[in-house]
């Protein structure tokens, strides 16, 4: 291989390594602005303020009404197509059936115990819970309007 092939391989390469340093710099500073900014959110769910997240979620389920807990995030573009049906049906069915809508990066204590408790891997996830708190239906990932109003038939029953 001749000097100028060489020299224009080393000029690649450095080319290539500078790249992926201002990347990997932009990417920290994003990094870095999404946890101020999630820090800095309000969560979307929060009740009873003084009771730990685990009295709180029980308080919430077990009210005597059956439960429709909607975990989401709105970096998930499944999740923002799902949320419009959610709130439609907390709208129709808000006398008969308490919705909760836990975005999965709160940081209050009713989101992340509620996270745990219902081992939420994943966005979105519908959770529909009878009313003696008892767990009916996971629904994981989005589905249409129908799917979801059928489950919350059920669980009025």
Do not use: W
């Not at 060489?6 to 992926?20: K, Q, W």
């Not at 509620?114 to 989005?142: C, E, H, N, W």
């Amino acid at each position: 291989m001749n000097k100028r092939g060489v020299n224009l391989i080393a000029t690649m390469l450095i080319l290539v390594i500078s790249a992926f340093v201002l990347l990997f710099m932009g990417f920290n500073k994003e990094s870095e602005a999404s946890k101020q900014a999630e820090e800095t959110k309000a969560p979307e769910v929060k009740i009873h303020k003084d009771s730990a997240g685990e009295e709180q979620l029980n308080l919430y389920i077990r009210n005597g009404k059956p439960t429709l807990l909607y975990f989401t995030s709105d970096y998930c573009r499944d999740c923002q197509e799902v949320k419009p049906v959610i709130e439609s049906l907390k709208k129709k069915y808000e006398d008969q059936v308490d919705v909760l809508i836990v975005d999965i990066r709160a940081s209050d204590a009713l989101s992340k115990e509620a996270i745990k408790q219902y081992r939420v891997l994943g966005v979105p996830m519908t959770v529909f819970v009878k009313k003696d708190g008892s767990k009916y239906k996971v629904v994981p990932g989005s589905y249409p309007e129908e799917t979801y109003e059928r489950h919350v038939q059920a669980i009025l029953k």
